[in-house]
């Protein structure tokens, strides 16, 4: 299944494979590992951004479909990242070279779950992908970084305006931007 949503969040299609008993199951890599070998950066990362980006299209994909879904009442999300051990936090894009902290990931799987009501989906969009991302941030809590304070509604925004300085076209699904494109 295809969502052609291009105006929410940028790069390539993501497909889905779709349960008939209305489970969706989406598989991505690190984009990260591809730019670590190009740039020749000799420790394993991940990125803000690119976690911020992962888990907005995530979510984004959700809202999309949602309102799709007879008598949907709530949408659990069921995170499973692997390949973490030894990965630091970097910031930026993807390229590693300037970090958040120095800490290193300590294991090399973390899974988490959230379940939100669709109504909170629909109506506070920023705050369920802040959940939603804030709990694999708090792997590299500490030592100069703190994922609740680094993910508030200004910096997320900033970070938004400036992808889309820089060609792309991902916006947050908030209320306001869902009302505007009624």
Known sequence: MRVD???????????????????????????????????K??????????????????????????PNVAGLKRVAFFIDHRGLDKRILGRDFD????????????????RYRIVVDVGELMKDYFSVLKRLSVPLLEIWAGANFEPDQWFTRDKIDGLVQYLQKEGSSVRLLDETAQTADA
């Open 5 to 39: 949503q291009k105006q929410v969040y940028f790069g390539a299609f993501d497909y889905w494979r779709v349960f008939g008993n209305s489970i969706f199951v989406i598989c991505k890599s690190y984009r990260e590992d591809a730019n670590r070998l190009r740039h």
């Open 41 to 66: 950066v000799n420790y394993p990362f991940l990125t803000s951004v690119q976690i911020f980006i992962r888990l907005h299209s995530l979510l984004a994909h959700a809202t999309l479909i949602a």
């Open 95 to 110: 390229y590693g070279l300037r970090v958040h902290t120095h800490l290193a990931a300590e294991q090399d799987q973390y």
